[in-house]
DNA sequence: CGCTAGGTTGAGGTACGTCAAGCTAAGTGG
DNA sequence: CCACTTAGCTTGACGTACCTCAACCTAGCG
């Protein structure tokens, strides 16, 4: 995941390797990693789908982020210290801890690999910035086909596309906490986007029927995901 | 502003004082940093409001950050390379700006600093996520008044409240850009914010009248601005 | 004196949300 | 095997929060 930013060398994949991780399951709907909490580890996702959720007092929840397999989810705790947000698990996980220090120790010794996984944090603050612009500027099933772009992509990074399609197994009451929008409207915007053809999206299953198509509707730019190779 | 959130050595603050810092002065509404560009400066706003900007083909724009003095605007340049969005002048502004290179030669000679620098990248994450929330979930009176809190303390930290009031002399325009509102709209929810007590908002100057009740009307929690001394 | 940028107001349309119901498929217990 | 339940998807009817359009007002400013 990495490496498609910028080459590693083989002690910096080796040194990841090696740090002491230990790995944990958790099932669809669980909590990885909870509001207010001190975490003391970091962690990252091996497999599955997790999602950064930010709760209000009327029992409304809204879903800040999306997270695939490989991703470092949660560096930010290295340095923000208190959670302001919890990690759910989105589908059955499995997913990496290590110590903070252990990660501390690592950006010390080896600066290119320590800049690396501050990128992480970087993109995924990119990608949210473009979940702003959806919410607050986008018509919804543009907003939708944009997330699907971006999943597409992300997910292809990591070799979990096959063909056009890719498994993407949530309740469309989670599309909607991700989207900002009802489970009703969700479902209409779904059956829209299915409709005039771009995408079909059955029992977890997203197929990109049009990639041009999806692409115009969203008016999706890739260049946020960083998604190029180069010495950072 | 780094030294709210931990302690810095005096040869810390040192190293950033003798980094090779260019000032440059912007206009309101000039452009800082254009989207698509490769930076090879990091900036520092040293005076004045700059926001980040994300625009769709039909001429919409969305603020996805505010930004004030004191605040590391573009450090995400010197790990992501090319912007993906721009950031623009809200007021006039005072810019600092340092090339990359020294940057990145700082944070691998003092590895505190630079996490503490990485960690600015972070918070500014949690804002964004925070702003999610408020887009996807709150109501605009509660966004505003959201947005109005955290603008509060984020100024108090950087000495720039007087009293119970700052100056923040942006147009409906930009807040309606900023809330994902139209104009006329964000035109009726302030009314609704002044009406209703808990702030006055006139000729740019915001006034908070009874911060409880605006706290209690946007369910401000500030665990995510990280405003207390921890070792990072 | 007119022009412009910005704030404010009213009227009417529309894109959402809410409520309520029906449908299907999977699971459970008899 | 069949009832029964439950989670998730879908649909229709209806209400409302927000948008759009259009005007008017005010305070600079040339």
Redesign the interface.
């Known amino acids: 995941m990495l490496e498609c930013r910028d080459r590693l060398s083989g002690e910096e994949k080796q040194a990841l390797a090696d740090l002491p991780w230990r790995v944990r399951r958790y099932e669809r709907g669980e909590e990885i990693v909870g509001e207010?909490s001190r975490p003391s580890q970091s962690c990252l996702l091996l497999e599955g789908y997790a999602a950064?959720s930010?709760y209000?007092?009327n029992g409304?929840?809204?879903l800040?982020?999306v997270h695939i397999a490989g991703d470092f989810v949660d560096?930010?705790g290295l340095?923000?210290?208190?959670m302001?947000?919890s990690v759910v698990a989105l589908t059955s996980c499995s997913v990496a801890f290590v110590d903070h220090g252990a990660v501390?120790d690592l950006?010390?010794r080896m600066?290119h690999l320590?800049?690396m996984l501050?990128?992480t944090?970087?993109?995924?603050?990119?990608v949210?910035?473009?979940?702003?612009?959806g919410?607050?500027?986008?018509n919804p099933v543009s907003h939708l086909a944009h997330f699907a772009c971006e999943l597409f992509r992300r997910l292809q990074v990591v070799g979990l596309v096959d063909g056009n399609s890719f498994s993407f197994p949530v309740t469309q009451s989670e599309l909607a906490?991700l989207?900002?929008l009802s489970i009703v409207h969700t479902n209409r915007t779904m059956q829209e986007l299915r409709a005039t053809g771009p995408i079909s999206w059955r029992d977890g299953i997203v197929t990109i029927e049009d990639w041009d198509r999806l692409v115009a509707v969203a008016?999706f730019?890739e260049?946020?995901l960083?998604l190029?190779r180069?010495p950072?």
Chains 1, 2 share one sequence.
């Open positions: 207010g950064r930010g209000l007092s409304r929840r809204q800040t982020a560096l930010h340095l923000l210290k208190v302001d947000h501390r950006t010390e600066p320590g800049r501050f990128m944090v970087a993109i995924d603050a990119a949210q910035r473009n979940r702003i612009v919410l607050g500027r986008r906490d989207l900002g008016e730019t260049t946020y960083n190029f180069e950072r």
